[in-house]
T-cell receptor, first 113, second 111 residues
Framework: DSGVTQTPKHLITATGQRVTLRCSPRSGDLSVYWYQQSLDQGLQFLIHYYNGEERAKGNILERFSAQQFPDLHSELNLSSLELGDSALYFC????????????FGDGTRLSIL | DQQVKQNSPSLSVQEGRISILNCDYTNSMFDYFLWYKKYPAEGPTFLISISSIKDKNEDGRFTVFLNKSAKHLSLHIVPSQPGDSAVYFCAARRSQGNLIFGKGTKLSVKP
């Protein structure tokens, strides 16, 4: 158990819809990272938050957004969903910016029908 | 442009023998490298790491070697056990802290 909690585990929805993925970091960790893993791909970095502030952006689409709340949990919002958004979405946390290793949750599997 | 490459999608090894997983990278600014293990339906689990100022780090059965001149790192597992069967991801850290991952190598350890 990494201590990082992601909900829901599975999400099935239709094209054009909007969903919210939730992540609770390990106790004491201030940094939250979001990654996307599509079929046969490695994990692709999406966005990084530290103590409520956005710190870095990766290959995140404009239809996607995230935030980190005062209690340090984070949400990833995906809107106007397309078939290609079907993937595993992982959240990871670490104590500070740049701190390693990052500890990962078990992911949310998003299926777009 | 793939900055971290794991060129072997799969590897099969006999129990008790050595498993060697390889990883190449292109960005000389990476300063920290990690290996993660992933079982189906679970998130990646941190295995071992190495700073760019070192060339070897050992933790029990796992050893990571870094060759900076060749931009290559490898993970050695000795002896390999059936429970080691998983997908292994190599990752490199960028300055902001986010990780760049390879596509993974699926290791099968046969009894």
């Amino acid at each position: 158990d990494s201590g990082v909690t992601q909900t829901p585990k599975h999400l099935i929805t239709a094209t054009g819809q909007r969903v919210t993925l939730r992540c609770s970091p390990r106790s004491g960790d201030l940094s939250v990272y979001w990654y996307q893993q599509s079929l046969d791909q490695g994990l692709q970095f999406l966005i990084h938050y530290y103590n409520g502030e956005e710190r870095a952006k990766g290959n995140i689409l404009e239809r996607f957004s995230a935030q980190q709340f005062p209690d340090l949990h984070s949400e990833l919002n995906l809107s106007s969903l397309e078939l290609g958004d079907s993937a595993l979405y992982f959240c990871a946390s670490s104590p500070r910016t740049g701190g390693q290793p990052q500890h990962f949750g078990d992911g949310t599997r998003l299926s777009i029908l | 442009d793939q900055q971290v490459k794991q060129n072997s999608p799969s590897l099969s090894v006999q129990e008790g023998r050595i498993s060697i997983l390889n990883c190449d990278y292109t960005n000389s600014m990476f300063d920290y490298f990690l290996w993660y293990k992933k079982y189906p339906a679970e998130g990646p689990t941190f295995l071992i790491s190495i700073s760019s100022i070192k060339d070897k780090n050992e933790d029990g059965r796992f050893t990571v070697f870094l060759n900076k001149s060749a931009k290559h790192l490898s993970l050695h597992i000795v002896p390999s056990q059936p429970g080691d069967s998983a997908v292994y991801f190599c990752a490199a850290r960028r300055s902001q802290g986010n990780l760049i991952f390879g596509k993974g190598t699926k290791l099968s350890v046969k009894p």
